[in-house]
Structure formats: C-alpha cells, structure tokens
C-alpha cells in the first residue's frame, strides 16, 4: 500500500519561502499524479497544485499561480512543491495525494479522486 509522507513545513516571514516534500518509502512516484492541498482552521481543504502521471504537466490554483511550483526529482521518489513569497493566508496544513490516473485541468483538483493521503505538515506564515 502506497504511503505518502510530507515533509519540509514550519514558521515562515511573511515573503519567504518553504520547500515541501512528499515521498513514498518503496515506491516511485513517477506512476502517480500527485496533487498538494492544504486545510487551514475552519475551512474546506483545498487542491493548490498537481502534476500529472502522463506528461507532468502541472496545474495551480489562482491563489498560488506564480508563487508555488510542483516537480519531481529525477529519480522520481520525491514531488516537491516550492513555495514562494508566502502570505499570511497561505498558513494551514499541506497534504500531499496520490492517484495512478493522468490528471486534467478539469479534475486535478477534485479530492474524491485521490486514493492515497500523507498525514500533512503544517506551514505557518507570520511575523
């Protein structure tokens, strides 16, 4: 059973930058479209970011378009996701997930499609 793990958030100023991780311990990332979300208190988790198993093509939310950016490392055993001038109101818990299908602009973002969940990591942004 595939098992995602994230790593790579904490507190963060306002305009830095984080770089997070996710990885899966005996397997190769490069079969699956993996997705970010992120939970913040009180709020419906959201899909920030995708790239997908076929092509690697990546997808953003407009809140992030610009300031994050999806990869993976060559080996294909980590997807990373670089975060860039971080805002107060990117503070939440960021989940990584997994899914074997090639993603689109029409369901990259839809949750019920993924089958395998990090724990999630928390970023905090403040000064």
């Known amino acids: 059973q595939l098992q995602l793990v994230e790593s790579g958030g904490g507190l963060v100023q306002p305009g830095g930058s984080l770089r997070l991780s996710c990885a899966a311990s005996?397997?190769?990332?490069?079969?699956?479209?993996i997705a970010w979300f992120r939970q913040a208190p009180g709020k419906e988790r959201e899909a920030i970011s995708c790239?997908?198993?076929?092509?690697?093509?990546?997808y953003y939310a407009d809140s992030v378009k610009g300031r994050f950016t999806v990869s993976r490392d060559n080996a294909g055993d980590t997807v990373y996701l670089q975060m860039n001038s971080l805002k107060p109101e990117d503070t939440a818990v960021y989940y990584c997930?997994?899914?074997?299908?090639?993603?689109?602009?029409?369901?990259?973002?839809?949750?019920?499609?993924?089958?395998?969940w990090g724990q999630g990591t928390q970023v905090t942004v403040s000064s």
């Open positions: 005996g397997y190769s990332l490069n079969d699956y479209s």
């Open positions: 997930a997994a899914d074997r299908v090639s993603q689109n602009s029409d369901t990259w973002y839809l949750r019920l499609l993924y089958d395998y």
């Open positions: 790239i997908s198993s076929d092509d690697d093509s990546t």
